[in-house]
């Protein structure tokens, strides 16, 4: 039962990981972004943890900031997205769109 | 009309020196004294007492205790700074004197010195009792002590006394070396009244009962907790002493040698007279008195005294105290004073050092708690007036430009930031121009 079972998993992993490569690269563009901000976003959550909570309003601002630009970027890859039936724009307009909303509200 | 004017200036030109002959708080030792006997024969039977006291400035005013003239005060203002009661039979007082008005005299920041004999009327009892000392109840009983007699009486009721209570102020910086003889009723003290104190108590052998009968139970005064002399210093800082015997200020004992049962000693003078001097030096405030300056307080560098501080500020606290030494004010040098900065609770104690001026000076730093603080210093030595002074000063905490620009700590919280705006600059180049 364990073999099946590791096995199913890495079948698993590798259906994932051909599926993923079949998305378009500013999706994945955008997804990088998206592991970054989180990334930064934990590594400070980790610091806290270790020196206490002293200037509690950096601490805020850092992960907020973090989480918000990953957050506006997630918006962006939904209403980017061609295989979303719910957005129909037109290409160049949508992406412009974005990016200045998501610059304006995250500045 | 003239005339009128005149004759008012010449007579409050009269009493002006006599306004200045009362005790004030520039010159606090006694000057009128009001001596009440039952019986004149005491003024030679202890005429020592009383010449030491004019020699040093008092003015002793000899009136018996019935005398219907009696009056301590008239019109509101009181005749007297000091009043002597060597009267322990005298059941009623002339005049207008009751206990009463003892006790409102004492209230008013006088002192008394009370003295019972070996019978004691229900009227100093009473007196003895406003200040806390309380006499034998029976009224037959004196105190006896079969160890520490002195050898030249036969039943045992000259007591040899020789334990005083430790203060210089209160008995001198000379120490009494003979023991002070004591012929007298006994008279303790409530344990909890920390008012009252005893200067010349009994040894553990002593007990109270009649010494011409048998005893028939077991004597309720006992031992060490006979005092033979106490004084008490009211909270107006009034002082009263309360001795046991009046034989102890007399000549008689004055003069006489003493021997105690069971020690070779023996000594030409009894230590009477010189514990009866120090101590009417130190009831009538010619020792022992002390007074305080105003508090002041300022941060370091600075000379004026802030309306508030903060918190971790570094400041500087004094205050002076100077001691009456009979005639002026000498500097006070002790190394015992103490501030407190106080909110509930004293968040800072520390101890005062001195420049043997009379300045007494500290410095520390605020400690990290804001609200309205006190500076509060609560002295009160054995034998000397106590101080309590206080003075508040509010303390805030940090103004919002009075941190520091930059924390350290939370130098991994800019960085994040910047990275985060730099990743946003840097991806959306890059989404926007890839192909």
Known sequence: ?107 | MMNLSRSVALISLFLLPLLSFSFSVDNPTDRRVLVLLDDLSLKSSHSIFFTTLKSRGFDLDFKLADDSKLALQRYGQYLYDGLIVFAPSTERFGGSLDSKSIADFVDSGRDLILSADTSASDLIRGIALECGVDFDEDSSAMVIDHSSFSVSDGDHTLIAADDLVKSDAILGKTKIEAPVLFRGVAHSLNPTNNLVLKVLSASPSAYSANPSSKLSSPPQLTGSAISLVSVMQARNNARVVISGSLQLFSDRLFRSGVQKAGSPNKYEKSGNEQFATELSKWVFHERGHLKAGSLVHHRVGETDEPAIYRIKDDLEFSVEILEWSGKSWEPYVADDVQVQFYMMSPYVLKTLSTDKKGMFHTSFKVPDVYGVFQFKVEYGKLGYTTLSLSKQIPVRPYRHNEYERFIPTAYPYYGACFTTMAGFFVFSFVYLYHK
């Open chain 1, 1 to 107: 039962m364990v073999k099946s079972t590791s096995k199913d998993a890495q079948d698993l992993f590798r259906s994932l990981h051909s599926a993923y490569s079949a998305t378009p690269t500013n999706l994945k563009i955008i997804d990088l972004y998206v592991v970054f901000a989180v990334f930064t976003a934990l590594i400070q959550v980790a610091y806290m943890a270790l020196v206490g909570s002293f200037p509690f309003n950096s601490f805020l601002s850092g992960v907020l900031s973090c989480v918000g630009t990953a957050v506006l970027a997630v918006c962006l890859r939904i209403q980017v997205n061609k295989e979303n039936k719910e957005f129909k724009h037109k290409t160049v307009v949508t992406n412009l769109r974005g990016i200045v909303a998501m610059f304006v509200i995250a500045v």
